[in-house]
């Protein structure tokens, strides 16, 4: 079955870096658009970062566009989001996604990390 299990999440202060990892298993990996999310404590979930099964196109909420950098290594089955200058708001849970490329809905979800970002 499919699984995407996310890593690299932990606490850290405003103006830090940290970088999260996305481990695909059981699809095509190329074949998928994957998307990061998150959600906040008493927020509703949302768009942070996609990016095409080529790698070759990104796109960004406008929350997190020069900040945050989404890429995927598909020979290693994993997307990553590289979060540079981090702020309090950025705190919440990230989850990954996958959808076939060409839909519009995220089929499969990863567990979540937790992000944490003090001032």
């Known amino acids: 079955q499919v699984q995407l299990v996310e890593s690299g999440g932990g606490l850290v202060q405003a103006g830090d870096s940290l970088k999260l990892s996305c481990a695909a298993s059981?699809?095509?990996?190329?074949?998928?658009?994957m998307g990061w999310f998150r959600q906040a404590p008493g927020k509703e979930r949302e768009f942070v970062a996609r990016?095409?099964?080529?790698?070759?196109?990104?796109y960004y909420s406008d929350s997190v566009k020069g900040r945050f950098t989404i890429s995927r290594d598909n020979a290693k089955n994993t997307v990553y989001l590289q979060m540079n200058s981090l702020k309090p708001e950025d705190t919440a849970v990230y989850y990954c996604?996958?959808?076939?490329?060409?839909?519009?809905?995220?089929?499969?979800w990863g567990q979540g990390t937790q992000v944490t970002v003090s001032s």
């Open positions: 990016i095409r099964g080529s790698g070759g196109t990104t």
């Open positions: 059981g699809l095509t990996f190329s074949s998928y658009t």
């Open positions: 996604a996958a959808r076939i490329y060409g839909t519009y809905v995220y089929n499969y």
